[in-house]
């Protein structure tokens, strides 16, 4: 099997002995249904910023792993993280001060609605919001100190805290917020916006997610019924394989369960399912007629699993007022989308002028060091301890994680890298227009900072999915040495999710590798191939897939009894 | 709240600012039901061996961290790690030649089902057992070579691998197998025992506990119903939190699931329940009058949570015998006694002589470092993964991870850390048949290897539990800068689980502080206003717990509809 390395387009042949031995080990020994990258898997052994290198020393650019954010071998991460693993690693039954800190710290990145915009002159979207901790509150003419860390995270109370973080000036969010209050949303003005000001460290992002489950059965013990978006992924556990369409729906899934409802994701390249507001109705009406009530709605904020779809402005702000209203929990997943990876907010619910419930937070969070944290408001956590048991999490919020996660938020606001993400998607982006504007397979590319997506079709006027083609086009781009993932319910749209240090070098060198490959490799010839083969794993695995969604978009937008799908 | 440290015994008084910043930030921000271990919470900012050192300086005797398994900040672990994550530290969607080369090495270590006993003059109940890796085989007196590590770890298959670790030798497995083979158990002969030969790599013991459900329902797909020993705990997650009797029956718990099945735990203390075949067909019946079937059973091979119950020789195999011939898969939970802390095995199991079709590992195995693991049968691991549906685990089996898990393999062996914990072990039940045999509330002391319990009792006669007492003695035991935590479904065992580092000079220290607090401070006016305390807790919280458990074991017994609780 590991007879050779794809070395077309750079010479290279063979692989070493130690190659395959590790491969011939791994398909061995290790969990059969994992998986490797691509059809000849690489060897990476060594990373630095958004480069990795395989065992030959081959040089390839990252442009998929949005878990090392701050790069590949972060220095600064990783003398944090190993100081305090030769310092202390225990866990969170004892005091230590960095928890709270961190904790704080992490909790004032969070409470703001707005979309805080980078650029000076656009402020419409934004509402004084402080959420952007890379730029701070005075690059947007607000009136924000930058001054120290005043350690508090709540609007309501004056500051009672002396917790200050030399590394990082964060905004001072009780003024922030003050200015906040004085300019209300314009809509539902009634409905409380929460404020998230318990956080629980852990150790996985799915971790967290099923840890919002937890809260919201001890929150809305009567309303079991849970909506999930259509193509959403929330994590491995047994109960968030439930409420993933993604793995229920996918490859080996065994279906929806009752108490799910899977509402509609958006496709605004197609024009279909933009309405949030009748999303929310109808995941609410759809479990009234199976017999339960909503007690939540889980969804990424800019959706990852589900093909790097951008929501539409207004879509998640019209949802949660409509759900709000029916007393659902509102969680926003940012295990993906965070950290100021969509360059325009540090958040991505903060995108959508959205106030989560919960919000859960993984990957880049410690830059590959197991962490991960779900924030929640007073009252919710109040609701999930109020019986009296435990919450221990052996690693979540042990010593040296909680270093690791200091140190990202301090190289993410001293390097700008909100702010960067923002200014490097936006020259993506424009490259690959132009890319749209040439090529036929190259249907919608979107995204927001460095979170992006090329979606691949086999021509633009029927806009029909080409998984195969995606897959095509990413492996030519690893000949090339360049690093793409394909995703979505379809697995045809590209993902870009680079760590953050991604320069626009890095854009030039992406973008210039992908139009080669358009231009010259994608021959007629090639073409037909391919759309050979598209009819075939539509036929036998997509095409089945869509009517499953189809099907339960009809049911839930009629009326239908929500049969299982 | 953050007054003054309990300074009574050591003169410490008064507390730093930065502790009641700490203290107060984080009753303030971070989740309201984690909690913060004794009366007035340690601020514990340093670590070194089984030492803890708080933010004034003062050395604490740690007893029970079990996670930090070869010593706090262990330098040889923290540089491989620390290494590592200068290096590069991604996900397993990438070959590296450390994550199949830990894989071969730690599942070598599981494929025995013997005690393989240190003491070459007890081979009672070992098989030619090959499970001490600190220990070689050949100290057993068996015929394994020393040589280097095989990369193999089935026994039908000869090798194909090169793979050698040049820091650990353990012993060359298909020949200790071979061994094994011509001296099969003299029970059940029928009934094959599983090879555990493919590895999952997580990031928590929850989430391997978790994946083992998944696996199980994958595997077992009619057989729903699952069985658990009374006062087990197996991790936090929505679907373990049901199958965690610590929990469900625990304070805040919700009760029993219809399809979940309590084993009543054996109490060799009491002469309670010790009949593993008994319990094993009774699981199968009571499952049978729910209109279920069992699918699996899950137990923890020392329990930990249950209150440190070592099980009766021959009482898992028995069960194990009785429940394989239904088809039930055995989970052996070895997330808190792995890793040589039993001492006469690498393996709780091994102590048994069972053959689990999975086994669960955590807490220690990467001393600190975010880890855990699941280790099963190719059959298993091929009804899992026979649908199709990918097992991706972000942070499980990361390179850093993976040099942690390594490392701390590495420094077992080299430093004979299993041996240790069983000659520390032993010297410690000595010294604490000891005290039993001086004090009443000493009502049983037990264990194995570093993991130990000692149960206190109103008195000797009655045996009645004595969780205040308990709880005192671990405040006292604090007070004199030792640690020890109080657990069991009535809170009243102490707990000692060091670092295996532990020596015969801390053996000394704890045991001698923990005589002068019986001697000098449980005086008859203290133990008479304990006592008193004693009936206020069993009244209001674990009187009733009791009855609970005791009414499951009626229930249970009588082939009664096994109602819920």
Redesign the interface.
Known sequence: MASGKDGAAAGVSGVS???S??????R??????????YEQ???????HGTY?YD?QGVQYLDCI?N??HVG??N?E???S??AQ?????????????D???Y??LL?STLNSTSDKSLHSGNKGSSAGGCSDISDGCGSGGGNCSRGGYS?S?TRRSSS????TFPGIQPQSQPQCQQQQQSQPPSSSPTISQPNL?????V?????AN??A??II?AARPGATHIAVMGGAYHG????L?QVSPY?FW?????GRQPHVHVVPCPDPYRGDNLDGRAAARAALAAAARAGGQLGAFLCESVLSCGGQVVLPQGYLKELYDELRSAGVLLVADEVQCGFGRCGRAFWGFQTQGVAPDIVTM??PIG?????AALATTREL??A????????????G??T??VAAGLAVLRVIQRDGLQHHAQRVGEFILSGLRRLRATYEVVGDVRGLGLFLGIEIVRDKASKRHAPATARWLKERMKARRVLLSTDGPYDNVLKIKPPLVFGIREAEMLLGQLSEVLERELTADVLHQLNQREDEVWASVYGPRYLQYRENERMLYSGLPHARL
């Open positions: 002995s130690a190659y031995t590790a491969l011939a080990a791994r061995r020994s290790y969990g059969p249904n994992t998986s490797l990258s898997p690489l060897m990476i052994v060594r990373g990795l065992d792993n878990v090392s590949h071998a220095a991460v990783a003398a993280a190993s693993l030769h310092t202390l690693n225990t866990n969170s039954r004892y005091l230590h001060p928890l709270p800190l904790t704080e909790l350690g995270n009672s805290s002396n917790v000001e318990v956080l629980y460290l150790c996985s992002g799915s971790e099923d840890l489950l937890r059965a491995h556990t047994s109960a394989i793995k996918g490859q080996g899934g065994t993984g990957k830059n590959g060091y197991p962490l956590a109040a999930f301890s109020a019986p009296g048991m435990e919450y221990f999490n052996t690693y919020g042990s040296a994680a």
